[in-house]
């Protein structure tokens, strides 16, 4: 079992920034793909980012709307996974959530991932 805590949402200006962390604990490993979704209004869970650990080298993925604003990291010693949100827009509103898989790839499909957070909510002002 792994327990998830999203923390650091908040209401920011168009244009600002936010950073959002995510706690892991239980049954976690360095070999574990963790990423970040958010949830909208009305509307689907989308992909913003993961990260994998492999054999010294870290590999991220990005969803085409948050890349080059966005950047995601973790703190292996710390189990903590964090979201460096840029350059805001009211389009980035939503509930995101910190996610853990087993495996090898960094999946885009929610139905992927084996653990969830409970979300914390990003509300961007224009």
């Known amino acids: 079992q792994v327990l998830l805590v999203e923390s650091g949402g908040g209401l920011v200006q168009a244009g600002g920034s936010l950073r959002l962390s995510c706690v892991a604990s239980?049954?976690?490993?360095?070999?574990?793909?963790m990423a970040w979704f958010r949830q909208a209004p009305g509307k689907e869970r989308e992909f913003v980012g993961g990260?994998?650990?492999?054999?010294?080298?870290?590999?991220?993925n990005y969803a085409d709307s948050v890349k080059g604003r966005f950047a995601i990291s973790r703190d292996y010693n710390k189990n903590m996974l964090y979201l460096q949100m840029n350059s805001l827009k009211p389009e980035d509103t939503a509930v995101y959530y910190c996610?853990?898989?087993?495996?090898?790839?960094?999946?885009?499909?929610?139905?992927?991932?084996?653990?969830w957070g409970q979300g914390t909510q990003v509300t961007v002002s224009s």
């Open positions: 996610a853990v898989r087993g495996g090898a790839v960094i999946e885009t499909t929610p139905k992927n991932y084996d653990y």
């Open positions: 239980g049954r976690t490993s360095i070999g574990d793909i």
């Open positions: 990260i994998k650990w492999s054999g010294g080298v870290t590999d991220t």
